[in-house]
């Protein structure tokens, strides 16, 4: 009997004596395959029509083997071949008296062609000649299926699996838990699985990850006299009853954690080795190898590491997933806050702005606008474990100092229309609502195997966006947040997520190990545009001339009393009040001449305190606070110049905008209600600026003209979701704040060739 049948034996044993749930693993890998095998087949890469096919053997003496994997569709699975590439792969302890298990790894990454469900088969051979026939190293095993990626743009519903914080067994190679959850996560009918991180405890070694043989190695301490062993437990990945029972039909896109981050294996990083995704990252431009980080005065004395960053894209449907790193090494936060080091240094690394990652996923994101998007890091937004070092990360947040505002990662994925992040690194399940700002809607699974922790310490500390919640642990037993239950054991806490997209909506089905839901959400994620409102053009003469974006937007009446001045281009401007009762035309000059709208109009006060220029042509656009008390006007090098309506106080002045001293090139302003505005360039560069401690997003998805100096104006939507430019000729375009800008549905000002357009507002 191999030695796979000898394991499974004393498995069952055990199974019989414990009650402990095999039958799925039993019937995914049982004692048929050859006993070269020692790491079944698994999937990664489900990307199109591609996939990659992964498995183990032992090595061969004495000739130069060769892997084939084989496919088709069902009942022809070995209608296609490709040949499979071999690498090294090193499994067991090296330390004396164990011997480490000197293995090949294989991978195949195939092209299926079409869209569809197939089946496949692994094969070995050699080089001999004349050459023995293959091995099936599936021997009397059924024949794996699985179903490609759900085309790009498709609107047809499907599933995927969010697992996290997984991967630990006890020193005998067992996990119970771990090995229910991962067989109803196989039956549950997800087309694939992202991991939230820390696949493999306790450091991902290639011993962490395992095989279908060995369940247990001797850890030698030659600290005491004589030395002492004890047996750890290992195989927690690639065991019989483990990742094997999910992972030969369902891929996994594995999002790497702390806990195995860093390697010294000679054979390559066990993250990148174990879970290649060569074509989500080569399609989306992203990374999958690893990163030295050395800058003791960034990063702080020790804390150098080389770590396994793994962060890419692809498409399932009319979502786009992102998979980031969002983590540091346990053991280099150098001269760090101890408690905080890891998530300080990990933002220095990958989350300030400018930094690769940062960069990359901006520009990924803004050339995929529109569809449903998630992203998965490790690190949490909104964490109320008891662990410190677990906790909410603020260096991710948008409304903490240290994440940066409108720069932080979760403002960038907020303002993109990324809907949920899913994180791990807490042992615990939380959901969490948005809070005020840049926010989405994001879930900690840890709850995957690894031992489970509890929500706060000695007292419950439930954060106010924490909306549910549950835990376990030995000391406090089950706790809850929110409107949950407290779990009455840890097999209720031990949890997979199965997320199903039906166009834009979403539904998520947290998956205890006993097989019962909870706590399931439906979100729906259709694109709501900005709010349809109305406003006028002002043409060099001072005519203004109504336009509409978005159905149903209110009517305005035509303007009266405003300035006209025939034939002389001297308008630079118009600002209409919140109440679109009223508002300005602004002369080149600076002078502000107020109209009303309709015969029922308003028309505001007489200005106070602002700028003039008298016979100077400096002033090029104006715009009014949300409140309707004050406004700023903007001159040709940038620089902006607070004014008051009637007796209001003067507003203050901003800070950090753009200023081009002596270069005529600013051509417009506008204020944003959620707090801040723009200052618009001739070429179309929207550039932020800060009222009051508010600072206006990055705007997203204008137009740019490099070198032509024609954009004339900008405006903002009633809601500051969305805004336009105007060029010289009358044409509008839009662009993105938080949300889509609803189309221009009116407009009567439109100069083909003539440069005469001069300022929009809304």
Request: glycine share 14%; with cysteine.
């Amino acid at each position: 009997m191999s030695q796979l049948r000898r394991l499974l034996g004393i498995v069952v044993t055990l199974a019989l004596a414990t009650g402990t749930l095999i039958t799925a693993g039993l019937n995914s890998a049982s004692a048929t395959p050859d006993a070269t095998l020692t790491r079944y087949p698994y999937l990664t890469d489900l990307v199109g029509t591609r996939v990659t096919v992964n498995w183990a053997t032992t090595r061969v003496n004495g000739v130069s083997s060769t892997g084939t994997v084989t496919w088709g569709p069902p009942g022809q699975c070995n209608l296609h071949s490709a040949a499979a590439t071999r690498a090294n792969l090193a499994v067991g302890s090296t330390t004396p008296p164990n011997t480490q298990t000197l293995e090949y790894r294989w991978t195949a990454s195939i092209d299926l062609g079409a869209p569809g469900t197939y089946c496949y088969r692994v094969l070995l051979g050699s080089s001999k000649n004349p050459p023995p026939p293959p091995i099936d190293l599936l021997g009397s095993d059924p024949s794996p299926t699985f179903t490609t990626q759900e085309p790009a743009g498709s609107t047809q519903p499907f599933s995927f699996a969010v697992l996290g914080d997984w991967g630990q067994v006890d020193n005998t190679g067992a996990n119970p838990n771990e090995q229910a959850v991962l067989a109803h996560l196989a039956s549950s009918g997800v087309r694939f699985a992202v991991s939230t991180g820390d696949n493999a405890y306790n450091s991902g070694t290639q011993e962490d990850y395992g095989d279908l043989h060995q369940t247990t190695y001797q850890k030698v301490d030659n600290t005491t006299n004589p030395p002492t062993t004890t047996p750890v437990g290992m195989s927690a990945v690639f065991g019989p009853n483990f990742w094997t029972v999910p992972g030969k039909s369902i891929p996994m896109f594995a999002t790497v954690g702390n806990h195995g981050l860093v390697s010294n294996d000679s054979n390559g990083h066990p993250h990148i080795v174990n879970w290649p995704q060569n074509t989500a990252v080569f399609t989306s431009a992203g990374r999958n190898a690893v990163t030295t980080y050395n800058n003791s005065s960034t990063y702080g004395a020790g804390a150098t590491a080389s770590i396994a960053d793994s962060w890419y894209a692809f498409n399932a449907g009319n979502a786009r997933f992102y998979v980031l790193t969002a983590a540091w090494p346990d053991n280099a936060w150098g001269t760090a806050d101890p408690n905080m080091g890891g998530y300080a240094n990990d933002y220095l690394a990958h989350w300030k702005p400018g930094a690769a990652e940062y960069e990359w996923l901006k520009n990924d994101l803004a050339a995929h606008p529109g569809g449903v998007k998630f992203a998965f890091f490790h690190k949490p937004l909104q964490s109320d474990t008891s662990s410190l070092r677990e906790s909410t990360d603020p260096y991710l947040r948008s409304d903490t100092p240290e994440g940066g505002g409108v720069n932080s990662l979760e403002s960038l994925l907020a303002r993109n229309g990324v809907g949920i992040a899913f994180n791990g690194h807490a042992h615990i399940y939380e959901r969490n609502t948005p809070h005020a700002g840049d926010s989405i809607v994001s879930y900690v699974t840890g709850g995957g195997g690894a031992q489970p922790e509890s929500i706060t310490g000695s007292t419950l500390n439930c954060h106010a966006q924490d909306a549910y919640a549950i835990s376990w642990s030995t000391s406090n037993g089950g706790r809850a947040c929110g409107s949950a239950s407290a779990p009455a054991s840890a097999a209720e806490f031990f949890h997979f997520l199965k997320v199903t997209v039906n166009g834009y909506q979403v539904k998520v089905e947290p998956t205890n190990s006993t097989g019962a839901t909870f706590d399931v959400q439906t979100y729906d994620f259709t694109p709501v545009p900005a709010a349809a409102s109305s406003g006028f053009m002002v043409d060099g003469y001072g005519g203004l001339h109504p336009f509409s974006v978005g159905n149903n937007a209110p009517a305005l009446g035509a303007p009266v009393g405003g300035p006209y001045w025939n034939g002389v281009d001297i308008a630079r401007g118009v600002a209409l009040t919140p109440d679109k009762k009223g508002g300005y035309v602004l002369d080149g000059w600076g002078g502000l001449h107020p109209f009303k709208v309709g015969t029922n109009g308003v028309a505001p006060a007489m200005p106070t305190g602002g700028p003039y220029w008298q016979g100077w042509d400096v002033a090029k656009g104006v715009s009014i606070n949300p409140d309707g008390k004050g406004g700023f006007i903007v001159d040709a090098w940038g620089g902006l110049h607070p004014f008051a309506i009637g007796n209001n106080t003067l507003p203050t002045k901003p800070t950090d905008g753009p200023y081009w001293p002596g270069f005529s090139i600013a051509r417009g302003v506008t204020l944003v209600p959620g707090g801040g505005g723009y200052v618009v360039d001739g070429w179309g560069g929207l550039h932020p600026f800060t009222v009051n401690g508010a600072t206006a997003p990055p705007a997203i998805g204008g137009p740019y003209w490099n070198g032509w100096d024609i954009v004339r104006g900008v405006t903002t939507t009633t809601d500051g979701a969305a805004g336009y430019v105007v060029d010289g000729y009358g044409g509008i375009h839009a662009f993105r704040i938080r949300k889509d800008a609803p189309p221009v549905t009116a407009s009567v000002g439109y100069w083909n060739g003539w440069d005469i357009a001069r300022g929009i507002g809304l």
